[in-house]
């Protein structure tokens, strides 16, 4: 590579890592900011466009992902209102503890903390509170690049136009007193039609939350954990992904469009140059780490916790942990099944001489049991 592509590495890690102090917050995404529980909440974009109802939202990165990567933001007390999602919504605390309920008549609820995970299913009325006694952060992740808009419950919009907003045409927020004679507004559903929503159980649901505590990590699940200075583990929460042990321990198996997975990097060790064929975003949950772009030239920057980072596909990257302490990230990708990985020469040699390489399957095997012998 040329300097010149070298220094377009290093423009194209600026776009795509969000540092928290790149947060733009968005304090009129939705209609319910106008109610007394919901007022002062704050949403974030930033990959995709997500479900906004704000026709001036910003967004960090447009770029289609295969889902879209969002955040919350709440004070003690404040409320997100209930609500409906076509496509998964996937929960990821970075701060806080929440009550989320699920359903419109007598809900399920339950609670999370921080590194919690939380997989709503579709197609059910869901919101959720702020109990702490601080400031909280809740990632999210939206299946599709076009999730479908977002369905509020009848009681949402009612109060809401009793606080003179309303929902046009294309679902976007105006208030009653601006709208031109005759224009049409969103209307609320029928109780008989919202009845006919599913509903679950306490433990289904829980049985959709990857607790903070409860992660089951496995080891030389990458080409790269079987080679020395790349001490990885993972602990899958959603689909396989960027996994090629023989047997994925993934907590939850359902269709998403995308998979989610904990890595965690030893101090000093870093996942290995590689590559894919499919976008992909980091969230940045605890300590810093270096995200390192390109192969033969490279660039590279700090991530520092709290940020959210689009990988592009084709790109070759490396995670870097330099500290004395673990780095642990949610790393989610688009699409389903297993995850193809490309590695770079290097490790690929390094593994041949540590006694590994893939299988056929694409999992990792002893170099002994793949390769033929002849005599």
């Known amino acids: 590579m040329s300097a010149r592509s070298s220094a377009a590495l290093a423009a ?22 106008h109610l007394p529980r919901s007022a002062g909440k704050t949403s974030f974009s930033f990959i995709g466009a997500g479900v906004t109802q704000n026709a001036d939202a910003p967004t960090n990165v447009v770029e289609p992902h295969g889902f879209c990567v969002g955040a919350a933001g709440l004070e003690p007390g404040m409320v997100n209102n209930s609500h409906l999602h076509y496509t998964a919504e996937v929960f990821v605390c970075l701060g806080g503890t929440w009550r989320m309920f699920v359903g419109l008549d007598s809900p399920q609820e339950l609670n999370i903390g921080p590194g919690d995970v939380f997989s709503v299913p579709t197609w059910v009325f869901r919101g959720f509170e702020n109990i702490g006694k601080d400031h909280g952060m809740l990632y999210t992740f939206l299946g599709g690049d076009d999730p479908g808009g977002i369905l509020w419950s009848p009681e949402v919009l009612r109060a809401a136009r009793e606080t003179g907003y309303v929902l046009d045409s294309d679902e976007k927020v105006r208030r009653v007193d601006e709208l031109s004679p005759g224009e049409v507004t969103l209307q609320p559903l029928p109780r008989e039609i919202v009845a006919k929503v599913e509903r679950y159980s306490a433990e ?41 042990h023989r047997r994925p321990d993934s907590a939850i198996t359902t269709p998403h469009g995308f998979s989610a997975q904990w890595l965690r990097i030893e101090p000093g060790a870093s996942l290995g140059s590689h590559r894919i064929d499919r976008q992909a ?67 690929v040699g390094a593994a041949l001489q540590a006694g590994y390489t893939r299988d056929p399957g694409g999992t990792v095997a002893p170099l002994d049991m793949v390769r033929r012998r002849l005599g």
């Open 204 to 244: 289904e649901l829980e049985a959709r939350v990857v607790r903070f505590a409860g992660r089951r990590w496995q080891s030389d699940v990458l080409l790269s954990s079987t080679t020395a200075g790349h001490r990885v583990s993972t602990a899958p929460i959603i689909g396989i992904g960027i996994n090629e």
């Open 12 to 33: 194209e890690l600026r776009r795509r890592v969000i540092d928290p102090s790149q947060f733009v917050a968005d304090a009129s995404a939705f209609v319910d900011v």
């Open 281 to 347: 975003a980091v969230l940045a949950m605890g300590s810093r780490f270096t995200l390192q772009f390109g192969l033969s030239e490279t660039a590279e920057r700090v991530v520092e916790p709290g940020s959210v980072v689009s990988l592009p596909a084709g790109q070759w990257r490396d995670l870097v942990n330099p500290g004395s302490e673990p780095v642990e990230v949610v790393l989610a990708v688009g699409g389903e099944g297993r995850v193809e990985v490309q590695w770079s020469s290097e490790i």
